[in-house]
């Protein structure tokens, strides 16, 4: 046998990566990003906190629709748990970064972006040979002193 092949599980990277393309891409990447945080969870013994489980979704599914409305084509969303956080990561054809829009108490709508940021340890974007990627990190554990972002583990 390989040496390899003895290697814990929890040594080895921990990732998921689909392409998405189609009407129903949006609800497949929730649902992509439970199934993963529930195999973070259950296969991994990684805890997950009931925080993550939702900002990872709700990141996932910002993420991906701003992929959907602006970019031709498929996206591609990569998960990975790395330092005790979720990294997740989605490409598309479209090199034009995204940027919050400027604060406007009466804007209904567009406010994804924002939402992604304010919830997640990191946040980065950087153009790719083609397209784009849009990075975001949310922590696994619950901060006992209340910060948002959680923090890790």
């Given at each position: 046998m390989h040496e390899v092949e003895h290697e814990s599980l929890v040594s080895r990277p921990i990732l998921s990566a689909v392409a998405l393309d189609g009407s129903e891409l949006i609800a497949a990447a929730r649902h992509v990003a439970r199934g993963f945080m529930t195999g973070v969870q259950a296969v991994h013994g990684i805890p997950v906190s009931d925080r993550a489980m939702g900002l990872v979704q709700l990141v996932v599914s910002?993420?991906?629709?701003?992929?959907?409305?602006?970019?031709?084509?498929?996206?591609l969303l990569d998960l990975e748990v790395v330092d005790g956080a979720v990294a997740i990561s989605v490409w598309d054809t479209d090199p034009t970064l995204p940027a919050a829009s400027p604060v406007d108490p009466g804007r209904v709508g567009q406010h994804g972006l924002e939402t992604a940021m304010a919830v997640c340890r990191s946040f980065e974007v950087r153009r790719e040979p083609v397209g784009k990627r849009v990075k975001a990190t949310v922590v696994l554990a619950d901060d006992p002193g209340g910060h948002p972002a959680g923090r890790l583990i």
């Open positions: 910002e993420l991906v629709t701003n992929s959907h409305k602006y970019a031709p084509g498929p996206c």
